[in-house]
C-alpha cells in the first residue's frame, strides 16, 4: 500500500517532521492540501482502494509530530467528509473537503485577528513567544485599525522562531526589541500583553505551547501583565474531554547540545520538551475567531463543536 502514497504526503510528511513546514495552522494547511493531491492523483480502482489510500496518507502525516492538535482535526476534517459510491465521488468529496477546510481557517485566523485586536490599544508593547501566525493576526489587525504597536519579541531557543516573529513585525514596521528568553522577566515592566498561539488547548483550559510559555506567564501575571492566548479552535484538543493528556513532544538532543560541543562537555543527559502546559489560572484569555474566553469557558464550546467526538480516528479504521 505504501508505494500508492503520493510523494506530495511523504514530503509534506517530511517536512513537519524535520520542522521545514511548522506552526499548528500551517502544519494543519498542508497536511489538508497533502490528502488534497493525494486524491487528485489517486489511481485507486475501487472505493474500498481509494479509502485505504486516503487514510494511509493521512495516518502518514499523523505520525509525523504529536503535539498540535490541529494536525489530527485537520485529518479528521477531511476523512469525515470523505463519501460516495464511487471512486470519482470519493475524490471530489476529499476535494472539496481541503478546499472548504483551507478556506475556514484562513478565516478563522482573519477573525480571530480583528477579536484579539480589539485588545490591543493604541501605542501597547506585546511581548512574543516563539512565532504563532494566529497571535500576529492579531498584531495585524491592530495595525490595520491604525494603531501604533511595538514588540518585545524572545528568540525562543533552541530554534529561534522568535526570529521569524521579528522579521515578520519588522516588515510590518512594527518596532521590534530581541531578547534571550532568560531576559524576559526584565522586559515585562515595559509590557502591556503577553500575546502567544497555542498548539493544543486542553478542556479544563490548559494552553499548550512552546516550551517557555508556562514560565512567561507565570512572570507575567506576577508583574501584573495579562497573558492572552491567540488560538483558533482548531487547536482545541478534544480527546482531553475524555481524559487524554496531551502528549508533548520530545525533539533530538542535537537541537540543544551539538555533538562537537557534547564531545567538550562529556557525558550528560540532555532533554529537549518542544512544549510546555500552561495551566488556566495563568491566562488571562483564550482569543479564538468565536469570541475570547476565559480558559475555564472553553470547555462548554469544545462539546458544542466536538459533541460527536469519539476516540476510535477515521485513517486507524
Ligand atoms: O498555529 P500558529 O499560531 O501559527 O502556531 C502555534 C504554535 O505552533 C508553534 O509550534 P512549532 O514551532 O511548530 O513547534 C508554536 O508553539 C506556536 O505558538
Same mark, same amino acid.
Given at each position: 500500500? $505504501? #508505494?500508492?502514497?503520493?510523494? !506530495?504526503? &511523504?514530503? *509534506? /510528511? ?13 502544519? !494543519?494547511? *498542508?497536511? @489538508? @492540501? ?6 487528485? /492523483?489517486? $489511481?485507486?480502482? &475501487? ?8 487514510? =494511509? *496518507? /493521512?495516518? $502518514? ?6 503535539? !498540535? ?7 479528521? %476534517? ?98 521590534? =526589541? ?8 526584565? %522586559? ?13 488547548? @486542553? ?27 491567540? !488560538? ?7 480527546? =482531553?474531554? &475524555? ?37 488556566? #489560572?495563568?491566562?488571562? @484569555?483564550?482569543? =479564538? ?13 469544545? #462539546? ?14
Amino acid at each position: 500500500m $505504501e #508505494r500508492d502514497i503520493h510523494p !506530495a504526503v &511523504t514530503d *509534506a /510528511a517530511d517536512d513537519i517532521a524535520e520542522m521545514e513546514i511548522r506552526g499548528a495552522a500551517t502544519i !494543519a494547511d *498542508a497536511a @489538508a @492540501a497533502a490528502l488534497g493531491e493525494q486524491a487528485e /492523483a489517486s $489511481e485507486a480502482e &475501487t472505493p474500498e482502494a481509494f479509502r485505504t489510500e486516503i487514510r =494511509t *496518507a /493521512a495516518r $502518514e502525516l499523523h505520525e509525523t509530530r504529536p503535539t !498540535a492538535v490541529s494536525l489530527p482535526n485537520a485529518l479528521r %476534517y477531511v476523512l469525515r467528509g470523505m463519501r460516495g459510491e464511487t471512486v470519482s465521488e470519493l475524490r471530489a468529496s476529499v476535494i472539496e473537503g481541503v478546499v472548504e477546510f483551507r478556506r475556514e481557517l484562513d478565516h478563522a485566523q482573519d477573525n480571530l485577528g480583528q477579536i484579539g485586536a480589539n485588545r490591543l490599544r493604541d501605542g501597547d508593547t506585546i511581548m512574543t513567544h516563539c512565532h504563532s501566525t494566529d497571535a500576529l493576526s492579531c498584531v495585524r489587525h491592530a495595525l490595520e485599525d491604525g494603531k501604533e504597536i511595538s514588540a518585545i519579541v524572545k528568540e525562543t531557543r533552541p530554534r529561534k522562531q522568535g526570529h521569524i516573529t521579528a522579521k515578520q513585525l519588522r516588515d510590518w514596521d512594527v518596532p521590534v =526589541t530581541l531578547i534571550v528568553d532568560n531576559a524576559a522577566r526584565r %522586559y515585562l515592566d515595559d509590557t502591556d500583553h503577553v500575546l502567544v498561539g497555542a498548539d493544543s488547548i @486542553a478542556a479544563d483550559g490548559s494552553v499548550i505551547n512552546k516550551v517557555g510559555t508556562s514560565g512567561l506567564a507565570v512572570n507575567a501575571r506576577e508583574r501584573g501583565v495579562p497573558i492572552m492566548v491567540a !488560538a483558533q479552535t482548531l487547536k482545541f484538543h478534544p480527546g =482531553t474531554m &475524555t481524559g487524554h493528556t496531551v502528549e508533548i513532544e520530545m525533539r533530538d538532543e542535537a537541537e540543544i547540545l551539538p555533538d562537537d560541543e557534547r564531545e567538550e562537555i562529556g557525558d550528560v543527559t540532555v532533554e529537549n520538551p518542544a512544549f510546555d502546559v500552561t495551566p488556566p #489560572r495563568y491566562v488571562d @484569555a483564550i482569543v =479564538t475567531e468565536r469570541g475570547q474566553f476565559p480558559p475555564e469557558s472553553v470547555v462548554t464550546l469544545m #462539546r458544542e463543536l466536538f459533541g460527536d467526538y469519539h476516540a476510535s480516528e477515521p485513517w486507524e479504521r
